[in-house]
Structures are given as structure tokens and as C-alpha cells.
């Protein structure tokens, strides 16, 4: 079985703060996403990857940053975090070639 | 740009058929998924078709793909309490092997006793 973990649940943070989330996939999958998900708005690609150390901006990459020095693992940085950037983050991944991404189960983050 | 639109509720009778719409705007989209959301947990495709296909059939489940209409279409036949969740239609553009997706906003289907 695929299985695709996030280092938190839920996480509060407060407005400035340095914020990492992490996501390691135990399949070997060369590709990796970060979503936010937000009522009535869906899931929104904010970065991925498709390598090592690669990284393309997704649709609303702003003040967000990502790194993926080893295969398994893709994390997500918020820089500042802002209250703007509360919300359900989700983490997927998926090998090339095979049309299913695999989900975490998410990371309901809170910045007061 | 991309777009992908789905209401955002239905309410179906258990025992009955739920059909979940969802309309899309890019026409050179390879393939089209559904996936499902349960309660605290992250999404799990349900089912995919490929673009040049009309309908696609597995088990309970029938995806209907308009291309002309850009309309795509999840029915659950005999729904059941279990089915309760958030769908999702998403859409795939890009390289085979590098595909994005671009999800719809998601449809909260609700089962009635």
C-alpha cells in the first residue's frame, strides 16, 4: 500500500512565524504536490515537484517555498506565516506514468 | 487559464442514484478524474477516463464525459450511508508522466435516511 504521511494534523502557529511541513511518501514516487484546500474554493496547487531538487510553481505559489532534497520527502515552508494562509494542507504524490496521485491525509493549519 | 466548476451540495435519498456534475474549460485535457474525500482524510481516486472516451463503467460507479459540452459527469448508483463525502472532478494537463491536476471546488454529497 502507497502510503503518504504528514508530520502534523493540526498546527497553530502565530502571524511571523517560521512554519515547515513536512511530507514523506514510502513508494519511491518521482513526483510530489503540495495543495491548500479551502471551502467552496477546492484544492489549489501551490508547488511540485518532479525530482530531486526540482521545483515548479504551481497556481498560487505566493509566499510559500518547498524543498525536496531526498525523493521521499517534500516540504513546504512558510516563511511569514500570515493569517491569510490558514487552511487544510494537503500533500500527494505519484509515480510517473500512472495517472493516481496519492494523498496525505492533511494538515489543518491555524495562524493566529 | 484553467477552470473546473461543480456545485457545492446534493442531498440523495439512500437506495437512489446520485449524479455529481462537473464542467470544465480546457479542451486539450488528457484525462479527467474523480476522487473522494472523507471526513478527516486526504482525497482517493475513485475513478478516471481517458479524454477520447465517452463513458466508463466500474461497479456502481458510471462517468459520463461530454467533450463538445465540456461536461463531465459521476453517478453512483444505489447510494449508500458510506458514500457521504466530497467529490472532486479534476483535470490533467501537461507531459504524460508530468501531468498537474486542476481540481473543481468540490461537490458535499449528503445521504437521507
Known amino acids: 500500500d502507497v502510503k503518504v504521511t504528514q508530520s502534523s494534523r493540526y498546527l497553530v502557529k502565530r502571524t511571523g512565524e517560521k512554519v515547515f511541513l513536512e511530507c514523506v511518501q514510502d513508494?519511491?514516487?518521482?513526483?510530489m504536490f503540495w495543495y491548500r484546500q479551502d471551502p467552496g474554493l477546492g484544492l489549489r496547487l501551490i508547488y511540485f515537484?518532479?525530482?530531486?531538487?526540482?521545483?515548479e510553481k504551481g497556481d498560487i505559489p505566493e509566499g510559500y517555498s518547498v524543498s525536496r532534497e531526498k525523493k521521499e520527502r517534500f516540504s513546504l515552508i512558510l516563511e511569514s506565516a500570515s493569517t491569510n494562509q490558514t487552511s487544510m494542507y494537503l500533500c500527494?504524490?505519484?509515480?510517473?506514468?500512472?495517472?493516481?496521485?496519492?494523498f496525505g491525509p492533511g494538515t489543518r493549519l491555524t495562524v493566529l | 487559464g484553467e477552470d473546473v466548476e461543480q456545485s457545492l451540495f446534493l442531498s440523495v435519498r439512500e437506495g437512489d442514484s446520485s449524479v455529481i456534475n462537473c464542467t470544465y474549460t480546457?479542451?486539450?485535457?488528457?484525462?479527467l478524474y474523480w476522487y473522494k474525500q472523507e471526513p478527516g482524510a486526504g482525497l482517493q481516486l475513485l475513478t478516471y477516463?481517458?479524454?477520447?472516451?465517452d463513458m466508463k463503467q466500474d461497479q456502481r460507479l458510471t462517468v459520463l464525459l461530454n467533450k463538445k459540452d465540456k461536461h463531465l459527469s459521476l453517478r453512483i448508483a444505489d447510494t449508500q450511508t458510506g458514500d457521504s463525502a466530497i467529490y472532486f472532478c479534476?483535470?490533467?494537463?501537461?507531459?504524460?508522466?508530468?501531468?498537474?491536476?486542476?481540481f473543481g471546488t468540490g461537490t458535499r454529497l449528503t445521504i437521507i435516511p
Open positions: 513508494m519511491d514516487h518521482e513526483n
Open positions: 500527494a504524490s505519484m509515480r510517473k506514468t500512472v495517472n493516481e496521485q496519492f
Open positions: 480546457d479542451s486539450s485535457s488528457t484525462y
Open positions: 479534476a483535470e490533467s494537463m501537461g507531459n504524460f508522466g508530468n501531468e498537474k491536476l486542476t
Open positions: 515537484s518532479y525530482d530531486v531538487k526540482m521545483k
Open positions: 477516463i481517458f479524454s477520447n472516451m
